[in-house]
């Protein structure tokens, strides 16, 4: 099984609201990763969590809160966020090697839509 | 600071043709790995090819191939017999302790 499952798959919400995106994997990868994709720009790195624990924050505003549960998944807690956060959150998996991380699996994104 | 630079923007070839996308790197890690991912309309972000930064032998994934020059810090990616379903956003990616990527590469294949 070589996938991540991310859902929803579509999320509309209001300034005010609270929402949580989810992430999946049975891969058995400890390295997990959220993104943040603008319209034809590359992903923008936002957390990394190695074995369950935060390990990189790239300066991320304090609406989003990532939260790793278990090594199968991550959460992103949304509160409060501005429409210039609308963008396709990607969520992917990899492993941990000597050598670096090795590649990454990605699910199939969120779009998110702040009205 | 690890950076990835793709120099070109867009680029447009004929069905059957051979393309080169271009990709230069810079880090300060001794072990890491490369990438280029593929990304379609459909927004899926699909790897299409990986090198080890310790190995010297490039590599070949069928109709895709790479040019891993260590000392220049470039990672080139050849497809060959481009096909139709190649037409995507390329992206190529570099990790040490986590993965970032370059600003792309839109390449459209023409029938």
């Known amino acids: 099984d070589t996938e991540v499952t991310q859902t929803p798959k579509h999320l509309v919400m209001g300034m005010t609201n609270k929402k949580s995106l989810k992430c999946e994997q049975h891969?058995?990868?400890?390295?997990m990763y959220w993104y943040k994709q603008k319209a034809k720009k590359p992903p923008e790195l936002m957390f990394v969590y190695s074995y369950e624990k935060l390990s990189i924050n790239e300066s991320v505003p304090s609406r989003f809160s990532p939260e790793c549960p278990n090594s199968s998944l991550l959460n992103l807690h949304l509160h409060a966020l501005q429409p210039e956060d609308s963008a396709l959150y990607l969520c992917?998996?990899?492993?941990?090697?000597?050598?670096?991380?090795?590649?990454?699996?990605f699910g199939q994104g969120t779009r998110l839509t702040v009205v | 600071a690890q950076t990835v630079t793709q120099s070109q923007p867009e680029m447009s070839v004929q069905e059957a043709e051979t393309v080169t996308l271009s990709c230069t790197y810079d880090t300060s890690e001794s072990n890491y790995y490369l990438f280029w991912y593929k990304q379609p309309p459909s927004r899926q972000m699909i790897l299409v090819i990986r090198q080890e930064a310790y190995k010297q032998q490039n590599a070949t994934e069928n109709r895709f191939s790479v040019n891993f020059q260590k000392a220049a810090k470039s990672f080139s990616l050849k497809i060959s017999d481009s096909q139709l379903g190649d037409t995507a956003m390329y992206f190529c990616a570099l990790s040490p302790d986590k993965i970032i990527f370059g600003k792309g590469t839109r390449l459209h294949i023409l029938p």
């Open positions: 891969m058995g990868h400890r390295a």
């Open positions: 992917a998996s990899s492993q941990e090697s000597g050598r670096g991380h090795t590649e990454a699996f």
